[in-house]
């Protein structure tokens, strides 16, 4: 037998030894406490038998109770360590966690095991989810960061050849730019997302007119859409709103951008703004464009989410223009619709809540 174990047995000996004297010792003392109180002086041996019965009965109820408290402290201890562990495992980011088994050994919703239990289920549930999430973005991003700096470094590289000829120079300059251009714009639509999606933009609303807010946006990009000689019909009725005004502009300029850029030479947009009978307000962005199928329309509200990479590419999407769009539409509390067919265009519209003035009503 090793020292340890010798020791811890003659620790564990005397423990119970000096125990068992203590409650001797308490009994001796509170018997003749009573018998002094009560005047009564009864025989030595008499006394002794009562003080040694008191004692052994004092000293058990005491192992007893320390006995159940091991116990239970055991148990409460092979309980939380399945939780314990769920939780190790979420702070190492390991999500897959399913705890089920051992909920079912609680009896009743109200066992606040179960609750542990249900709670961190759902919130592993959950924290999956955005690790999937959180994944699938890093992915999107390096894959959307990583496309133009490939082409502006061949390119670069490209230019070092000095048999070129100006018009190639420039061409390859040309590309360059557009690829920087692009590197940039997916910067910015990146950071206003976040910043929609954590809240940090001020959210102020105001009343303004509606139809001329559209038609200054439209004004604005004329050179786009006169470069494409596209047909402009526009029907704006006279419309008061209240909403954040720098938000509002950022929702008709990438939808309208979309219609002019999926529009083909000679096509048509339609813009419409209008009053429905129950007082709310609809904005439709009509155009004779490529369109989307179905499968497109689907996902077409997911960050960096492209029906044809290659066609988006050549118009110079990187997929966050409708994820923007969607969430400003949201945080108005409004709804966006769209419909579209394959060859034949999209139409958009954005349905918003009733005028301020009848809001006073």
Same mark, same amino acid.
């Given at each position: ?30 018997? #003749? ?7 009564? %002086?009864?025989?030595?041996? =008499?006394?002794? *038998?009562? @003080?040694?019965? /008191? ?86 991003? #390096? ?7 490939? %082409?502006?470094?061949?390119? =670069?590289?490209? *230019?070092? @050849?000095?048999? /070129? ?100 030479? =000679? ?6 703004? /209008? ?84 809001k006073r009503m």
């Amino acid at each position: 037998m090793r020292l340890p174990e010798v020791m811890k047995r003659i620790l564990g000996f005397t423990a119970v030894t000096l125990s068992l004297l203590l409650c001797w010792s308490f009994i001796y003392w509170l018997t #003749s406490w009573i018998f002094a109180a009560i005047h009564y %002086s009864p025989h030595e041996y =008499a006394r002794l *038998l009562i @003080n040694s019965f /008191l004692g052994f009965f004092l000293f058990g109820c005491c192992m007893f109770l320390i006995t159940n408290i091991k116990w239970v402290r055991d148990r409460q201890n092979k309980n939380l360590h399945p939780m314990i562990h769920a939780m190790k495992m979420m702070a190492e980011g390991n999500f897959n966690i399913d705890l089920s088994y051992y909920s079912n050994q609680f009896q009743g919703r109200d066992h606040p095991y179960y609750k542990i239990i249900e709670s961190i289920n759902h919130m592993a549930e959950r924290l999956g989810i955005m690790e999937e999430m959180r994944q699938e973005f890093i992915s999107s991003v #390096s894959h959307e960061i990583q496309s133009p700096l490939t %082409s502006i470094s061949g390119f =670069a590289h490209a *230019l070092k @050849n000095e048999d /070129l000829s100006p018009k190639e120079r420039k061409h390859y300059l040309e590309i360059i730019e557009m690829e920087c251009i692009r590197l940039s714009k997916l910067s910015e639509n990146l950071l206003r997302l976040t910043s929609l999606e954590s809240d940090q933009i001020p959210f102020d609303q105001k009343d303004y007119r509606l139809d001329r807010q559209l038609r200054r946006i439209i004004l604005a990009n004329e050179p786009q859409w006169a470069e494409k000689n596209i047909h402009m019909d526009i029907s704006l009725e006279p419309l008061t709103i209240t909403a954040n005004e720098d938000l509002m502009d950022q929702v008709w300029i990438n939808l309208l951008h979309n219609s002019i850029k999926f529009t083909p030479r =000679a096509g048509t947009i339609k813009v419409e703004a /209008l009053k429905t009978a129950d007082n709310h307000l609809l904005v439709k962005i009509t155009d004779t464009g490529i369109g989307m199928n179905k499968e497109t329309l689907m996902h077409i509200f997911e960050r960096f989410y492209k029906a044809d990479p290659s066609r988006n590419r050549n118009f110079g999407g990187n997929g966050l223009g409708l994820p923007i769009v969607k969430k400003i539409i949201d945080l108005h509390k409004w709804e966006i619709q769209i419909q579209s067919e394959l060859e034949k265009g999209t139409e958009i519209t954005v349905m918003m809540s009733q005028t301020s003035e009848e809001k006073r009503m």
